[in-house]
């Protein structure tokens, strides 16, 4: 981490995390979960790529270990503190301005619905500069250019360190896209967040 600048302020004056990722980013966001405090002060967004047309029992499995309420959004949902988000599969994820999620059927990105740029290019224009954003393991580039896009909103970014991903690709295009503040790896994540 750059002692130059207080990341931990940083992140603790954000009004929403989030997290993207593909495959090998699973096993971190269970982590980073089950450390997230049951006051946090603000939603929790989880954007995962998802099998299509696959039920998935992600939310139970989540709510087993998360001391926060887990819910998968739908569509027209209001955005409130202390709660978190997963993406349903085959939807892209929209941050709307008025606080409220949107479900967008359009063509996948990345071949990935629900695609980790939408999301974060949407929380850039409706949150500016009050996220945290954190890109983790996953075998493509979706997420790098919402990510860049946070970054030049003014949010706090941060990309798994690609050296440390189950997939490497997807952190890796960040960094070279210059798209995040910091390239932490899993422990440094969970540890700033458990702050």
């Given at each position: 981490m750059n002692p130059g600048e207080n990341i931990s302020e940083r992140w603790r004056n954000s009004n929403i995390l989030l997290l993207g990722g593909s495959a090998g980013?699973?096993?971190?966001?269970?982590?980073?979960?089950?450390?997230?405090?049951?006051?946090?002060?603000?939603?929790?967004?989880?954007?995962?790529?998802?099998?299509?047309?696959?039920?998935?029992?992600?939310?139970?499995?989540?709510?087993?270990?998360?001391?926060?309420?887990?819910?998968?959004?739908?569509?027209?949902?209001?955005?409130?503190?202390?709660?978190?988000?997963?993406?349903?599969?085959?939807?892209?994820?929209?941050?709307?301005?008025?606080?409220?999620?949107?479900?967008?059927?359009?063509?996948?990105?990345?071949?990935?619905?629900?695609?980790?740029?939408?999301?974060?290019?949407s929380a850039a224009d409706a949150f500016a500069d009050r996220c945290t954003s954190i890109l983790l393991s996953g075998a493509n580039v979706d997420g790098a250019a919402g990510l860049l896009k946070l970054r030049q909103a003014g949010s706090l970014t941060i990309a798994q360190d690609p050296r440390e991903a189950e997939l490497p690709e997807m952190p890796q295009a960040a960094v070279e896209q210059n798209a995040a503040d910091y390239i932490l790896n899993a422990e440094e994540i969970m540890k700033l967040l458990a702050e």
């Amino acid at each position: 981490m750059n002692p130059g600048e207080n990341i931990s302020e940083r992140w603790r004056n954000s009004n929403i995390l989030l997290l993207g990722g593909s495959a090998g980013a699973f096993k971190t966001i269970m982590a980073i979960l089950k450390i997230l405090p049951a006051d946090l002060n603000k939603p929790v967004i989880i954007i995962l790529h998802r099998k299509k047309n696959f039920a998935s029992d992600m939310v139970p499995m989540f709510h087993t270990i998360s001391r926060l309420p887990v819910k998968e959004i739908s569509d027209k949902q209001k955005i409130e503190q202390g709660i978190v988000y997963l993406a349903p599969a085959n939807y892209h994820v929209l941050i709307e301005k008025n606080g409220i999620f949107g479900l967008d059927v359009s063509d996948a990105v990345w071949f990935s619905k629900p695609s980790i740029d939408v999301t974060f290019e949407s929380a850039a224009d409706a949150f500016a500069d009050r996220c945290t954003s954190i890109l983790l393991s996953g075998a493509n580039v979706d997420g790098a250019a919402g990510l860049l896009k946070l970054r030049q909103a003014g949010s706090l970014t941060i990309a798994q360190d690609p050296r440390e991903a189950e997939l490497p690709e997807m952190p890796q295009a960040a960094v070279e896209q210059n798209a995040a503040d910091y390239i932490l790896n899993a422990e440094e994540i969970m540890k700033l967040l458990a702050e």
